[in-house]
């Protein structure tokens, strides 16, 4: 149970460190909210150092309940709604997820697990996706999923929340304990993994990537492939190009082992064989802040709150983790499940 610290009601002015996907929720709905808003992060503008830069977007909070708590598929939900309500020409196609006949076991534990699905065979793929007519005999839909273009996106949230009254400064490398003295306002600390000097059992965990282009090959949706080995996810994004992601390693470097390359690449080979054709255009990895649970955590005190731990969710979190924080600062609202005081962290 929470020790709820005294809620910092009647406040009007917010900083939000951190210009990723989290703290620009966090400042987007603040300033919608009527408050002064300032967003800063560290980066330039083009954000190449944020977590958010290799990023699926996936916004596919039933699919992730094959490996994640039904927290997360709680939140995930209302954050569709909230992407719908501030960005309109989100895309929701769903997502599709298939699985060679043996893989068969994978594909039936997966519709166990996970809801909000339909079952579709092969003639119903093929309606979904010509390019994926023939390939696979089973799939299942998930038709009120959807996904977001990070690179693009990101401005987008960016120049709402200017719209709304926000200021943002890049390149604003700022002392978050320096500042929340001597601001009259809150400040909310969405730094990802350099807030380690916050939270101790933070860590990073790769997620690695392959960006290709590929003509005459369209998708609509994100596919996700089942395998015990490398299950992966392809995703359709703008100019011909598509992201295959991701793996999900225990390390904190940001190299891209050839395995990990070939593991992507063949999988998505096995999605279609038009992928040997494809160019390489990008290969990356980004690190996800994670807690020990895999949970985000928010952690309140006074006049500075701290939103982090969005591990591989981040666009699908970020902005159900907002408007929980909006709540707090207003009605004092608390969420059990993912709000912490300091002092309860301290005791």
């Not at 273009?149 to 490398?173: C, K, M």
């Not at 690695?208 to 369209?218: A, I, R, S």
């Not at 395998?227 to 904190?252: L, Q």
């Not at 952690?299 to 981040?314: A, E, F, P, T």
């Amino acid at each position: 149970m929470l020790r709820e610290p005294p809620s910092p009601k009647g406040e009007s002015s917010v900083t939000v460190i951190g210009a990723g996907v989290a703290g620009s929720w966090q400042a987007l709905l603040f300033a919608c909210a009527g408050y002064d808003v300032t967003l800063l992060d560290r980066d330039d503008i083009k954000m190449t150092y944020a977590t958010s830069h290799w990023a699926g977007g996936m916004l596919a909070p039933w699919c992730e309940g094959e490996v994640s708590e039904p927290l997360i598929t709680h939140l995930g939900t209302r954050s569709l709604e909230l992407w719908r309500q501030h960005l309109p020409g989100t895309s929701f196609n769903g997502s599709l997820v298939v699985a060679q006949p043996r893989d068969r076991p994978d594909f039936e534990r997966f519709a166990r697990v996970t809801t909000g699905h339909d079952r579709l065979d092969a003639e119903r793929i093929g309606e979904l996706e010509p390019a994926l007519y023939g390939r696979f005999h089973a799939g299942l839909f998930f038709a009120g999923e959807g996904h977001v273009e990070p690179r693009a996106v990101l401005p987008q949230l960016h120049a709402r929340f200017v719209a709304a009254g926000g200021i943002i400064r890049f390149e604003s490398d700022c002392d978050l304990d320096k500042l929340a003295l001597e601001t009259d306002g809150i400040v909310i600390d969405c730094r990802g993994l350099a807030a380690r000097d916050k939270f101790s059992d933070l860590r990073g965990v790769k997620g690695e990537m392959v960006v290709v282009e590929m003509q005459d090959f369209k998708l609509s949706r994100s596919v996700r492939l089942l395998h015990p080995r490398w299950p992966i996810y392809v995703i359709p994004r703008e100019d011909n190009c598509f992201m295959i992601g991701a793996t999900s390693i225990e390390s904190e470097d940001t190299a891209v082992s050839v395995r990990s390359a070939l593991e992507l690449l063949t999988a998505a080979y096995v999605i279609h064989p038009a992928f040997r054709d494809a160019y390489i255009l990008e290969v990356g990895a980004g690190l996800r802040p994670a807690f020990p649970d895999h949970l985000p955590r928010i952690v309140v005190s006074r006049k500075k709150i701290s939103v982090n731990g969005l591990y591989r969710h981040g666009f699908l979190l970020a902005p159900s983790l907002a408007e929980m924080t909006l709540a707090y600062v207003q009605r004092g609202f608390i969420h059990n499940e993912v709000m912490r005081s300091s002092f309860e962290l301290m005791s």
